[in-house]
Structures are given as structure tokens and as C-alpha cells.
């Protein structure tokens, strides 16, 4: 009889062919645990190119997922389980699996063709190469393929149900349900019943051989998690991103546009939204990137919230038209999933790059308000609060996400609307001169200038690229009106700290000497690790960014009261020599750029070293 074993933890690694469905499989897995009440953490990884060459370790893709029955903040360094469908799948990750850990794999090709393809001159699963391993090797795609002959689909469509066989296998391990993953096949191929019955006959055989086969001498089970009440989901960042740019145009009380060209790894917000019209949402896929920017001002013109999605390479191309939205003053949000660069780059791997062109990428003097979301759930936060700024500062504002923050996914409580700020648009309907006049450069409290929508009876203004005279709006070259316009852009900028909480530092003792500064995604990795330092009784404090223009206002005095400041990042040091040079004091750069976030642990024992030094001293 099969023992169970009750785990707080787990980190599980799906892996084969890109054609394998490994990305399905791991979504699938995910929203079974969801269901279970489990923390999640997801991390998928997946080739450039479109057909990847398969069989080879180049056209490998994974999907990782660290589930628990507590609060986590990272996909996990190293996989406890892999579940790989090819010799190419074991290659590629055998080297992350910790000693003791779990293989799952697929015999069926591990033929002598397919062992040399990724140089493997001996069969793996033969020798002693994974004694150091528990081994468990099944032909799942000849099991898979015989539970759904019925359905009379050809070998390589049976083929193909390999992966619910290997979803069901490990859904028996670890004590879930079937049934969510029963309905989604159900729903997903109702128009294709052999399709559908052969799916969902091949996750039931797996599930049944775990059950029936005595091939595991332990199963699993994971606790839920504690968790504030409400209604979850499971969502990523990309998903959450778009959620937001919606409920932020509609406690605006104005239409969304988006004007978008796909790019990865943005182009899910394009696709999200554009299943959105239900709830007034434009959406535009223009032939560039710049003729999308260039929507998305015309819309903001027009009276819209305008937004655009793009990664790096895009928000280059995106520069000019952004200088516009600075000096025409509209509101646009500009949503940049980060990836590693330059130029094309590491397309599908998560870099935290983008820091300086987001600051300062504009020719002129051409601020802009940048946010920071810190994982995928606070997409939808980051994104929001974005809006918020944009529609009342009529200004565009960057949100800064990334790769592994747009593809990842964890628990998110839907908000009810009304815990989401109210946005006051205060468009103008009527003159605002004493005259009967309408000056459209004539500024609020904020520094932001009156917006009235064109067509407005009254209310004819003229706005664009050439400079405009304070207040009237008329173009003007006079060299004191611009620089009257440059600080005051510049002010309405530099105002919105009053928008942006203090620092918070968190240093439960109060004795720390070390900092540590994150921004972004780095906060799951920082907050781990610092869990990490602590249970070392080491005292260690930090903070995490969510403003990066403009700063906390308390920032500096923050940075000044602590002996070290470290900065973690996934880049050579950007927001590091950002803090140098506003506040001119010395900051540690921690600099990793892998394509895959900082490793907890790593991070952990380096920390522990900075922290043993500074005491030594």
C-alpha cells in the first residue's frame, strides 16, 4: 500500500519538446493546486524560435512550479521533481535536480538516434549516471497511446496525449483532483469530441496507473495555504497588466484603447484585451510599433485612455512618439514586459534591462513618471495606480514588468471595486478664463494642464510637437517661454512624490547595518533570501521600490542611516548607479544576467558573507 507523506513544499519541473504541450501541462498542474488552496509560483521556459528544433536540448521547454502551504515569493532554485518526456528534456535539466530527487521519465524515445542527438553515447537510464536519483521510467507515450485507441485518432495524434498521462501520473502523486482539468478538456475541445474523450481518457489512465501500478512507494500531500478571504485566481503578470489598464479606465469613466504590435513577451496583454470589447475596450494591431504609440496618443487626444504593450526592442522604436505624449501633455500608459537584450536578444528569457531607457530614454528634457510591479499579481496594482497618475498628471507613466513576471503566475484576490481609488479625469467642458477663453496649458494644482475633449463647443485648442506658449497654447519659439515650460513639465513630474508613500524599511530588529534594495521582480528572490539570512540569526534590512521617477521622498535619509546598501538586480547595475547619482552615497551593486530570476539561495549566502564582513570590521 502506498505511504502517504505530508510535505509543506514542492518545486516541480515539466520538461520535453516544445511540440510537447509542457506549458499546458504545467498551467494544468498549476490550476489543480490553485484549486487545493496551495501558494503558488510559477516560472514557464520556452525556446525563440518558432519551431524549435526538436529532439535537441536547444528545442527543450519547461515549465516550473514551487507550490506550498505557506507564503512564497519564488519559482524555486532547483526543481524536486522533473517530469522529462525525452533524452534531450533529461539532459537539459539533470544538472539543476538536487541529490534525492525525483525523475519522472518517458522511455519512448530514448532511442540510440535520439541519446546521440544530444550527446549522450550510453542510455542514461542503464547505467549509474542517476543512481543518485529516485528513477522512475515509463513509456507514457505507449501507455497514453493504448488508453485512448478507442478514439480512433492516428499514432501521432495519440501521440500527443502523452502529456495529460503524464499530468495524471503526477496530479496522483501529489494527492489533486482531476476534475478541473477534466472540465477545461471538456470546454477546449467541445467541438472536437475525439479529440476531448481521448484527453481526457489519457489524464484518467495516468492518474489510474499511479493508483493501480504500486510504482511509487510514497505519494504526497500539500496543506493549503492561509489566505485572506475573498475570490482567487490563478493569473499571470500579462493577464493582470491588462486587467488593470481596464479597471483603471473604468473608475476613470473613459473608453480604453491600446495600440499594440505583438512582441514577445508582451503580446498576451494585445490578446487579452482584445477579448475585452464586452467591456469597451479598442483595441488596435498596428503593422509597428510606432504606428501603435502613435494610436494610442491620437486615442488619448480623442478622449480615451490610451495604452500600448511592448518589451525593449519596441519601446526604442516607441521613443518619438513618447516625447510627444510628454509635450502634448496626455495621459497614455506604456507597459514594458522587460527581456533580455540587446537587440533581439534572449526574447523569451526575463531581464530586468529596460531601467535607463524607461529613466531617460528621450531626446530633450522628456520625464515621465516609471512604475515598477514587484510579481505577476501586482501587475494588475502597478498598472492601475499607472492610470491613476497618467489621467490626473496628464502625463504618460511606464509600468516596468518583465518577462518572468508576464508569463508567471500566482494567486490574485479580485478587488472589489470599490477598494480600487477613485481617477478624476476633470475634463473640462466649459472655458476656463474669466473671458470666455479656453487656455489649454493653463495648470491645476498638480502642474497637470486642462484636457478638453476636441469638439468641445468653446473649447478649439491646438496642441502637438512643437513647443507651446504657457497657458494659450499657440506655438511659440521664445527661448524664456521654453524654458518656463521645460521646469514646469519637469515640476508636474517631480509632484507626483506626493502620490508616493515613504520607504518602509523592514528591519525586525533594528540593528542591521546591511540594505538591501530591490525594485521589481527581484522582490520574491530578496524576500526569500532575507528569510533565509534571518533563520541564520542574522539581522538584515531592506525595501523595495515600486516609484523609480520619482523616488520616495524619505529615500535618501533612508539610504544615508544604513553602514552597506546593496542592490540586487537582473542587469549590470542600473538602478544602483541611479541611486549613486541622486544621492551620492555609496551603493553595492549585485549584479546577475542569466535570463532567469536571482537564485534565493545564492543570494542568500551572499548576503550572509556581506553581513559577516561589515561585522568583522
Not at 479606465?249 to 491600446?258: D, E, F, H, I, N
Not at 509597428?288 to 526592442?313: H, N, Q, W, Y
Not at 521600490?545 to 535619509?557: D, F, K, S, T
Not at 547595475?573 to 535570463?595: C, D, F, H, T
Amino acid at each position: 500500500m502506498t505511504q502517504v507523506n505530508t510535505i509543506d513544499h514542492v518545486v516541480i519541473r515539466f520538461s520535453g519538446d516544445s511540440g510537447d504541450g509542457m506549458q499546458l501541462t504545467g498551467d494544468r498542474f498549476t490550476q489543480d493546486n490553485a484549486v487545493a488552496g496551495n501558494d503558488f509560483v510559477t516560472l514557464p521556459d520556452y525556446p525563440a524560435e518558432i519551431r524549435a528544433p526538436a529532439g535537441t536540448v536547444a528545442g527543450v521547454s519547461s515549465f516550473q512550479l514551487h507550490l506550498a502551504d505557506y507564503d512564497i515569493h519564488t519559482p524555486g532554485d532547483h526543481p524536486d521533481v522533473l517530469v522529462a518526456m525525452n533524452p534531450a528534456a533529461l539532459k537539459a535539466n539533470l544538472a539543476d535536480l538536487p541529490v534525492g530527487g525525483i525523475v519522472i521519465v518517458d522511455t519512448a524515445d530514448f532511442t540510440p538516434r535520439a541519446l546521440s542527438k544530444v550527446g549522450y553515447a550510453e542510455n542514461p537510464l542503464e547505467d549509474d549516471r542517476l543512481a543518485q536519483y529516485q528513477v522512475h521510467a515509463f513509456d507514457l507515450t505507449a501507455a497514453a497511446t493504448a488508453a485512448v485507441e478507442p478514439y480512433g485518432l492516428s499514432r501521432k495524434d495519440a501521440s500527443r496525449t502523452k502529456n495529460m498521462y503524464a499530468l495524471g501520473l503526477v496530479d496522483w502523486l501529489y494527492s489533486r483532483s482531476i476534475d478541473q482539468t477534466v472540465t477545461f478538456l471538456t470546454t477546449k475541445f467541445a467541438k472536437k469530441p475525439a479529440i476531448r474523450d481521448a484527453n481526457i481518457a489519457a489524464l484518467k489512465a495516468g492518474y489510474n496507473f499511479g493508483e493501480t501500478s504500486e510504482a511509487f512507494a510514497v505519494r504526497y500531500e500539500i496543506a493549503a495555504a492561509p489566505a485572506k478571504a475573498g475570490t482567487y485566481r490563478q493569473i499571470t503578470g500579462n493577464r493582470a497588466a491588462a486587467y488593470g489598464l481596464v479597471a483603471g479606465a473604468a473608475r476613470a469613466g473613459l473608453p480604453l484603447y491600446l495600440g499594440a504590435y505583438p512582441i514577445t513577451p508582451a503580446s498576451e496583454v494585445l490578446h487579452y484585451l482584445s477579448d475585452a470589447k464586452r467591456a469597451g475596450v479598442m483595441t488596435y494591431q498596428a503593422e509597428d510599433e510606432i504606428a501603435a504609440v502613435g494610436a494610442a496618443v491620437g486615442a488619448s487626444f480623442a478622449g480615451c485612455l490610451g495604452a500600448t504593450s511592448t518589451s525593449g526592442p519596441g519601446l526604442a522604436l516607441k521613443a518619438e512618439m513618447l516625447g510627444l505624449a510628454v509635450i502634448a501633455e496626455l495621459p497614455l500608459v506604456v507597459i514594458d514586459v522587460q527581456r533580455g537584450g540587446p537587440s533581439t536578444g534572449l526574447p523569451t528569457k526575463t531581464e530586468q534591462s529596460d531601467l535607463f531607457i524607461a529613466l531617460f530614454g528621450r531626446h530633450g528634457e522628456a520625464p515621465m513618471p516609471v512604475i515598477a510591479a514587484q510579481s505577476p499579481a501586482d501587475c494588475f496594482a502597478a498598472t492601475f495606480e499607472a492610470c491613476k497618475i497618467a489621467v490626473e498628471y496628464r502625463t504618460p507613466v511606464l509600468v516596468l514588468t518583465d518577462g518572468y513576471l508576464g508569463n508567471g503566475a500566482e494567486p490574485w484576490r479580485v478587488p472589489e471595486l470599490d477598494e480600487l481609488a477613485e481617477i478624476e479625469p476633470n475634463i473640462i467642458t466649459e472655458p476656463n478664463q474669466p473671458d470666455g477663453v479656453y487656455w489649454p496649458y493653463a495648470r491645476d494644482e498638480k502642474g497637470a494642464r486642462a484636457w478638453a475633449i476636441p469638439g468641445t463647443p468653446g473649447l478649439t485648442h491646438r496642441i502637438g510637437g512643437l513647443e507651446k506658449a504657457a497657458n494659450t497654447g499657440a506655438v511659440s519659439y521664445d527661448n524664456d517661454n521654453h524654458e518656463v515650460m521645460v521646469r514646469a513639465r519637469a515640476a508636474k513630474i517631480d509632484g507626483i512624490v506626493r502620490e508616493v508613500p515613504d520607504v518602509v524599511v523592514d528591519d525586525p530588529s533594528g540593528a542591521a547595518k546591511v540594505l538591501v534594495v530591490g525594485w521589481g521582480s527581484t522582490f520574491g528572490p530578496i524576500q526569500a533570501a532575507v528569510r533565509l539570512v534571518r533563520q541564520s540569526d542574522r539581522d538584515l534590512a531592506t525595501i523595495h521600490l515600486r516609484y523609480l521617477n520619482p523616488l520616495p521622498a524619505n529615500l535618501g535619509e533612508v539610504l544615508a542611516s544604513y553602514d552597506r546598501v546593496v542592490v540586487p538586480e537582473m542587469n549590470l547595475g542600473q538602478l544602483a548607479m541611479w541611486l549613486r547619482a541622486k544621492y551620492l552615497i555609496n551603493v553595492e551593486s549585485y549584479s546577475r544576467v542569466r535570463g532567469l530570476p536571482l537564485r534565493q539561495s545564492e543570494l542568500a549566502d551572499d548576503l550572509n558573507a556581506i553581513i559577516d564582513e561589515e561585522a568583522a570590521k
